[in-house]
């Protein structure tokens, strides 16, 4: 209880650099990339480095105010001097690779003139002690397909927006090998370079979601999927997507922040003791609204069974206003003590995902 399809290269690159435009923002800056996946290294092939290209797409001159990485193995050097209005810049990174053979997923934070919220770049890649053959390294199969997961995520993404990001695989046989993909869920498109993916080689696999293309608004946890051909022979095999969609707001003025919806909740748990299994509970939880601005809850998330809710969401709540999120919890089937996590998507800057807690103890 705790608990579509390949597209074209150019159509890829469109939709990539939208998905770069899109992240940084207020047409501040704009990155040629926002990760770097170094892929699979060595331990013995000590430092490696990568560089991170931006323009200033915007009418007055930008300063790169500081780069933070969230690792001290992770050191990044940047252009100190004002950037002028479509100059470049460059940032780099190097990876020290001195901790061991490990997967590494480095973020770094930049902070931008111009910007009211920093750029999140990151650095990827899998570090090995030895050699190994691509067999090794890509133990899951599909096919004669090797890929180390099938089961990815992506993140947040605003609503509206554009996210990707990428895997390799691997082709194990002796020839050449084409990949394409079929019943992919609306909004994402998977990419595959290179296509064919030459005999005993690494290729990626690119995929993108795109939260405006998926025929209705979807909020909070999301899962996609898709299937892979190989040289025309369909697999069955699932790989599945996680993202978790939110409100955007990235084009909010000073004025619309500071007149936003705050919710505020003076209980966000809910105990109801100790039930017979088969008892229905009701709980009630009253989200006041702080804000100057109609605060809406998109969505609540639950991943406990038996909950079902008698308000209807999307919930509405006027500025100064109190709303009720009333549910019912059937406890059939359950046992044990109880600790279940309610999540609201919200549209206020402040608290965009906030959670609810229902606990207690069913007993037989």
């Not at 797409?57 to 050191?75: A, F, M, Q, R």
């Not at 111009?114 to 990827?124: A, E, H």
């Not at 554009?162 to 909004?187: C, F, H, P, W």
């Not at 003590?337 to 906030?354: Q, Y």
């Amino acid at each position: 209880m705790r608990k579509f399809v390949t597209i074209s290269f150019l159509i890829f690159i469109y939709i990539a650099n939208f998905q770069l435009f899109a992240q940084s923002g207020q047409e501040v800056i704009q990155f040629d990339k926002t990760v770097h996946n170094f892929g699979d290294i060595l331990l013995s092939d000590g430092a490696v480095t990568c560089t991170f290209n931006f323009t200033n797409i915007s009418s007055k001159p930008i300063v790169i105010h500081n780069v933070i990485s969230s690792c001290g193995c992770t050191t990044p050097e940047w252009t100190k001097s004002p950037v002028q209005p479509k100059g470049a810049g460059i940032i780099k990174v190097v990876f020290s690779n001195d901790q061991g053979p490990y997967p590494f997923d480095k973020s770094l934070t930049v902070y931008v003139s111009g910007l009211d919220r920093p750029v999140v770049l990151k650095i990827k890649g899998i570090v090995h002690e030895s050699k190994k053959d691509v067999s090794e390294m890509f133990s899951v199969r599909i096919g004669q397909l090797g890929i180390r997961k099938k089961n990815l995520t992506i993140g947040y993404i605003n609503q509206g927006e554009v996210k990707s990001d990428n895997i390799d695989i691997a082709n194990l046989t002796t020839s050449d090998m084409r990949v394409e993909s079929y019943e992919t869920s609306q909004g994402v498109l998977i990419n595959i370079t290179p296509n064919p993916i030459p005999a005993k080689s690494v290729a990626r696999l690119t995929y993108i979601v795109n939260s405006a293309d998926m025929g209705s608004r979807k909020w909070g946890k999301q899962s996609f999927s898709t299937k892979l051909s190989i040289n025309g022979k369909k697999y069955s095999d699932i790989i599945s997507i996680d993202g978790v969609i939110k409100d955007n707001f990235k084009d909010l003025t000073k004025a619309q922040i500071n007149n936003a919806p705050i919710p505020a909740i003076d209980r966000s748990y809910f105990e109801f003791g100790e039930v017979k299994e088969g008892k229905v509970v009701e709980a009630t939880f009253v989200i006041k609204n702080k804000g100057k601005s109609e605060l809406i809850i998109h969505k609540v998330e639950n991943e406990l069974k038996g909950v079902t809710y008698t308000t209807k969401v999307p919930l509405t709540i006027k500025a100064g206003a109190k709303g009720e999120l009333k549910l019912k919890f059937n406890t059939s089937g359950c046992n044990g003590e109880v600790i279940n996590i309610l999540t609201l998507v919200t549209n206020s800057p402040a608290k965009p995902m906030m959670n609810l807690f229902l606990t207690g103890n069913v007993i037989n």
